[in-house]
């Protein structure tokens, strides 16, 4: 993996990265190397475990923000504005993940971020990945929808009598 992004057409925007840890007891591969900015946290990991040949799983931090899932470096640095000739520091953690098999259907691609309960309605929950799911009181799913293209923050589930509303929080 470290190669082909070494051989990537120089067309390609790159920015100089250096990693560092101050938790995992993998330690950080020395210098710093160049980056494409399209680099995901999926492809982040793929380059430090093999730097480091190590077959942790890691999450990752610039300038005090996690990297989220299919967020790529460009969208960090805008967001911080951290310039792309800058050298920048990525701080890895070791991720401390769910086990590899799956122990329930949820239908969450990230961490579940609210659970809101409606007596005679069911429950609803939001996740990280902006998705909210409906769920029947006896927890069949009813419902699901991408009701947000960000993390969702809070969620809550309402009913006066025949009205039921979902009110969601997002970082959109």
Request: net charge negative; aromatic share 6%; proline share 8%.
């Amino acid at each position: 993996q470290v190669e082909a992004m070494q051989d990537l057409p120089s067309t390609e925007p790159t920015v100089n990265v250096k990693f560092v840890t101050k938790t995992s007891s993998v330690p950080p591969p020395e210098g710093t190397m160049a980056i494409p900015l399209s680099t995901t946290r999926d492809n982040l990991r793929d380059v430090l475990r093999s730097l480091t040949e190590s077959d942790a799983t890691f999450d990752f931090i610039i300038a005090n923000e996690i990297i989220r899932p299919g967020v790529s470096l460009t969208k960090i640095l805008q967001r911080k504005k951290i310039s792309e000739e800058a050298l920048v520091e990525i701080e890895y953690i070791e991720s401390d993940l769910a086990p590899l098999e799956q122990i329930c259907e949820c239908p969450h691609r990230d961490a579940v971020t609210g659970v809101s309960f409606c007596p005679q309605f069911g429950f609803v929950t939001a996740s990280f990945d902006g998705s909210l799911h409906l769920w029947s009181e006896q927890g069949a799913l009813a419902f699901s929808t991408q009701a947000h293209p960000m993390p969702i923050t809070d969620v809550v589930a309402t009913t006066g009598g025949p009205t039921r509303t979902v009110v969601t929080a997002s970082k959109n």
